[in-house]
């Protein structure tokens, strides 16, 4: 039994490790993720992964913002404390549109990146989960978990006929960064 | 895909030979990576002279209060109010160029987006530093939050664009720093990927632990997305409101309805002025030809001479509404604007925001770098009169000519100005030493696609129209970075 964890396939082109892609699922190579120094369109749907929610979030959060600064407008200036200015309604419904749209913008902002990082696990002082260094600056990286019964010489070589540069079988599943 | 050739018609994003993803990289973080240079350190330390002015003449006025300014009962809103919305318009186009372009599927943006947005952070911290400093007693500034108090609770003024302001400039803050930062994450990650020791462990907290997965790229691409819709009408309505600070007054000079257009596109001409200032030094200076072409420029120059021109239509539709309106009072205010005592600020105004950037019509000239750059200076000097001539020489001359009086600025006024814009130049240059100052992960994305050396192939390999073709050639002889002589028997 080999210790190899993760078999990593680095591709210095994205059509290329597009290519890789198509050759492992055909082959029935199940792919752990995928890592790359930009985002790639169209890996999505090769690897099923469904569409973000993120954008229900951020309407939820959108129509949250606004109702709390509307309600909190309407409760100061009509209930609590309304003030007659020369006669006019004290519920002036154009004045509290602009503090509303703000709120509403800044709810979904807010509402939605936080989402966002919560989500993808993203806070500062996370340890990054790195399995090949070069993936944030000019490698393509297909990694894929060596536990499968599939031998690790046939994945190789798919790799490399799909033009892997290099294909690395990692005993960590994680790049150290003690 | 990645590969997907676009028309050879359109100019190359990326110029030069043999760039790849590694070079992008290896550019991009040259100053990031290496100690600075001479120049820079000249910048800074000029920059840092004018922050420390800044923080003095602050003191001054904190310490001695608001009658070390030149304000009088007449003039009571003079050069903190004008720095204060010059600030403001100015930050308008980093988000014009992350959020509206993005919007547009521009591409261009990609390359200048980064440094724009920094752009619009520091202008809105310049901005904000003003309205905390003309409360004389900055401390004050609670009072513009709706907070339960022991009067009653006696609320703040929801009617007031003054309040909306307030919530108007600290979303637009936030937001945009939440965009800008979000960004950055990848370009971080890459830097930490590289670095060592400390400073890897510093990249690496400010990193959030990103890695470029396939699901944190999906989501990341929505939340940009979705940032870029809610910030277009965002900034839009951030100048509609400080427009509105002054539209809303019974003031005659102010009291129009064409303010909020006027300003927002004021706004974009002089934000646009001041990215193209700053650019057209970091591209020499940082080595980013390559990336910041004169294509970038080009582009910047016709949205600058847009604009310029819209502002323009707007002046003159202000004085043509005056006249029309029979209004004595509005008709005066601008009579007194043109040909008063301040007749310089008006026409100072007029020439540099309506005049000059017409030149931008002959190609000659938006295509040269030198003369940009001046021309940039200019719109940002005739913005800075736009408002100081909608401010002052609105209210110096009063309802009643016993109290119509002159403003002259203090030594504190000028050195709080001059010092905001040392503040404004320091944070920039400590923003190009630490993070990078070019969009990485999005440059890299038209490598394969908008790149000179790729639009090069598809000709080599005769997949292109020739007509075509030479459309495209012509197209580069404008840029400075394109090596003329390699498409000369083509």
């Known amino acids: 039994m080999s210790s190899t964890k993760y078999i990593l396939g680095v591709f210095d082109d994205p059509d290329d490790m597009m290519h890789g892609i198509d050759k492992l699922q055909k082959n029935s190579v199940p792919i752990y993720d995928v890592y790359t120094p930009m985002p790639i369109h169209g890996i999505e749907a090769k690897l099923n992964i469904k569409d973000s929610r993120l954008g229900y979030a951020a309407f939820m959060f959108g129509c949250l913002g606004g109702t709390i600064m509307f309600s909190m407008v309407y409760y100061m200036l009509v209930h609590d404390w309304p003030i007659n200015i020369g006669g006019k309604n004290f519920f002036a419904i154009p004045d509290f549109i602009p503090v509303t749209f703000e709120w509403t913008v800044l709810w979904t902002s807010f509402g939605m990146t936080f989402t966002f990082f919560f989500a993808s696990h993203l806070f500062p002082g996370r340890a990054p989960r790195v399995m090949d260094l070069r993936a944030t600056d000019d490698k393509f990286v297909i990694a894929i978990n060596a536990k499968g019964s599939i031998p690790h010489d046939d994945i190789t070589n798919l790799l490399k006929e799909a033009g892997a540069t290099e294909v690395k079988h990692n005993d960590r599943k994680y790049v150290s960064y003690e | ?490």
Not at chain 2, 3 to 18: M, Q
Not at chain 2, 107 to 113: K, Y
Not at chain 2, 181 to 189: K, Q, V
Not at chain 2, 243 to 265: K, N, Q, R
Request: glycine content about 6%; proline content about 4%; overall charge neutral.
């Open chain 2, 1 to 490: 895909m990645a590969s997907h050739s676009e028309s050879i018609i359109r100019e190359p994003l990326i110029t030069g030979k043999d760039i790849t993803y590694a070079k992008i990289t290896n550019d991009v973080l040259r100053p990031v990576e290496n100690m600075p240079g001479k120049a820079w350190w000249i910048g800074f330390s000029v920059a840092s002279l004018g922050a420390s002015l800044w923080v003095f003449a602050i003191s001054w006025t904190f310490w001695f209060g608001l009658g070390e300014w030149g304000l009088n009962k007449t003039v009571g809103w003079a050069w903190d109010i004008t720095g204060f919305v010059w600030w403001v318009g100015i930050g308008h186009a980093g988000t014009l160029i992350s959020a509206v372009l993005l919007l547009f599927r521009q591409n261009w943006r990609n390359s200048i987006n980064r440094s724009a947005e920094a752009m619009t952070i520091f202008a809105v911290i310049c901005a904000a530093t003003y309205i905390a400093a003309h409360m004389g007693r900055p401390w004050m500034a609670v009072y513009s939050l709706p907070l339960p108090n022991q009067y009653g609770s006696l609320w703040v003024n929801w009617n007031s664009p003054l309040i909306w302001d307030v919530f108007a400039i600290s979303t637009y803050f936030s937001v945009s720093l939440v965009f800008w930062y979000t960004g950055l994450l990848p370009d971080i990650a890459t830097i930490r990927d590289r670095a060592q020791g400390i400073r890897r462990r510093i990249y690496s907290v400010l990193s959030f632990g990103w890695t470029g997965s396939v699901k944190t790229w999906q989501r990341f691409e929505t939340v940009s997305l979705i940032l870029a819709g809610v910030s277009t009408p965002l900034v839009l309505s951030v100048h509609t409101i400080v427009s509105m600070d002054f539209a809303t007054s019974l003031e005659p000079g102010w009291h129009t309805t064409i303010f909020p257009p006027y300003f927002v596109a004021g706004a974009i001409f002089s934000g646009f002025a001041m990215v193209q200032t700053l650019l057209l030094i970091a591209r020499k200076v940082l080595g980013l030809e390559n990336y910041i072409t004169m294509f970038h420029i080009e582009s910047m120059n016709k949205i600058i001479m847009l604009t310029g021109s819209i502002v323009g239509v707007a002046y003159l539709t202000e004085l043509f509404i005056a006249f029309y309106s029979q209004n004595e009072y509005e008709q005066y205010a601008f009579a007194n604007r043109i040909a008063g005592p301040y007749w310089w600020a008006y026409w100072s105004m007029m020439t540099c925001n309506v005049i000059t950037p017409q030149l931008f019509w002959f190609k000659k000239i938006r295509t040269n770098i030198p003369l940009s750059w001046v021309l940039s200076i200019v719109v940002n000097i005739g913005m800075w009169f736009e408002r100081f001539v909608i401010i002052v020489t609105s209210l110096h001359r009063d309802f009643i000519p016993s109290s119509w009086a002159m403003f002259y600025p203090t030594w504190v006024d000028v050195s709080v100005f001059i010092g905001s814009i040392g503040v404004f130049f320091t944070m920039f240059l400590l923003f190009i030493r630490v993070l990078p100052s070019v969009a990485m992960a999005e440059v890299k994305l038209l490598l394969k696609s908008s790149s000179e050396q790729a639009k090069k192939k598809l000709m080599d390999e005769g997949h292109v129209v020739p007509a075509e073709a030479e459309f495209y050639i012509a197209s580069l002889e404008k840029f400075d970075s394109v090596e003329q002589s390699e498409y000369l028997k083509a």
